[in-house]
């Protein structure tokens, strides 16, 4: 999901930075810190099934690495990174650990392109599925449940932990469909590319990767993707309440 080739150093002192600001301004309000726990569950949720959703992919297509290494689980210990999680928390966007594929084992039928492409956009669509299963379950709650569940502490929690769920996947599944590297985006991306474009892409990812890096820390991949939110959000929602008739 998120591989970085340069530096390690320097990025995670930018990330380290930006943590350490987030945490002060949550530390200091405490609607903010409420939300912040509440989040917990979804980003476990989000990211597990995330890098599951890449390991299974990749061992259906053929490469057995993933499950070699234990990633073919659902246990969030063998899939959450400290940092990339921290991240998703305060900043609303983050990563697990990279799950490892070897496309050279991946299924002769498709190349070796398709095949990272649809390892990469498994890991998103996961986000996409798990947001509508938890929007399915909160208009459940919301219909079903009593008045006196829905306005009590445990009641308000619950839909606020779901809700926050259905963000947090939302978010996730949308920001690695940036198609640039090192998101998931660009290797679903390279496929529909004209040959000259595709060698080119490849051989210039260090550039894409600072570009990522100053869209990142200037706050402009929230700008971006803002709108993708709020589409993917309503069309999941919509569809949901639909079903149930809300």
Same mark, same amino acid.
């Given at each position: 999901m998120f591989n970085f080739s340069f530096d390690r150093?320097?990025?995670?002192?930018?990330?380290?930075?930006? #943590? %350490?600001?987030? @945490?002060?301004?949550?530390?200091?309000?405490?609607?903010?810190?409420?939300s912040l726990l509440v989040s917990i569950p979804g980003v476990l949720i989000a990211i597990t099934f995330h890098e599951f959703a890449h390991a299974f992919a990749a061992d259906k297509l053929g490469d057995d690495t993933a499950r070699r290494e234990g990633r073919l689980s659902l246990n969030p210990k063998d899939h959450i990174d400290p940092i990339g999680g921290l991240m998703l928390l305060v900043a609303g966007f983050g990563w697990g650990k990279p799950v490892h594929v070897d496309p050279r084992n991946y299924t002769r039928?498709?190349?070796m392109e398709k095949g990272e492409a649809i390892v990469s956009i498994a890991g998103?669509?996961?986000?996409? #599925? %798990?947001?509508? @299963?938890?929007?399915l379950i909160y208009c459940a709650i919301y219909k079903f449940a009593s008045m006196s569940f829905l306005t009590s502490t445990l009641g308000s929690a619950t839909l606020v932990i779901v809700a926050s769920t259905i963000s947090i996947n939302i978010g996730l599944g949308v920001f690695n469909l940036i198609p640039l590297p090192p998101l998931d985006g660009s290797k679903v991306l390279i496929p529909f590319l004209p040959t000259k474009a595709k060698e080119w892409f490849i051989n210039n990812g260090q550039i894409f990767y600072i570009v990522f890096i100053l869209i990142w820390i200037t706050g402009l991949a929230g700008t971006i993707i803002t709108p993708a939110i709020q589409a993917v959000s309503n069309t999941i929602i919509s569809l949901a309440q639909f079903i149930f008739g809300l």
């Open positions: 150093r320097t990025v995670y002192i930018i990330i380290g930075v930006l #943590i %350490l600001i987030a @945490v002060l301004q949550y530390a200091s309000n405490p609607a903010q810190l409420y039928k498709l190349s998103p669509l996961m986000n996409f #599925i %798990l947001a509508f @299963v938890f929007s």
